[in-house]
């Protein structure tokens, strides 16, 4: 009986350091997949903070560059976004003549919409 009872204190020795070393690996795989997640959200904000800069670089040069030639920073910015519009239009076609999309062409005034199904 002694015996017996000496193998199940060991065996819940056993038991109960392995339960206390499951618990601290769960504890620091918590704190890892933490680290991760805020490691990931500050990569994610340098890379738009640098994006912004880059964007924020170009805007400044385009209006810096007008500055001789037309004075008017309203006329300059009016520009600007008539610029960008354009460059959007032009990367909208490229895109539709690249694919397999058909283009339908309306009159703005017909307010038309897209309805899927």
Known sequence: ???????????????????????????????????????????????????????????????????ASLPDAAARMALFKNHRRMESSKIDTHQLSSGSASLYVAPKDMELRLQMP
Do not use: H
Not at 4 to 33: F, P, Y
């Open 1 to 67: 009986r002694i015996n017996d009872l000496q193998k199940q204190e060991s065996a819940n020795d056993v038991m109960w350091e392995k339960l206390v070393a499951d618990i601290l690996l769960e504890r620091n795989r918590t704190l890892l997949i933490e680290q991760q997640a805020l490691n990931a959200k500050l990569r994610a904000g340098t890379a738009g903070e640098v994006d912004g800069g880059r964007v924020a670089r170009s805007i400044g040069a385009f209006i810096d560059g007008l500055s």
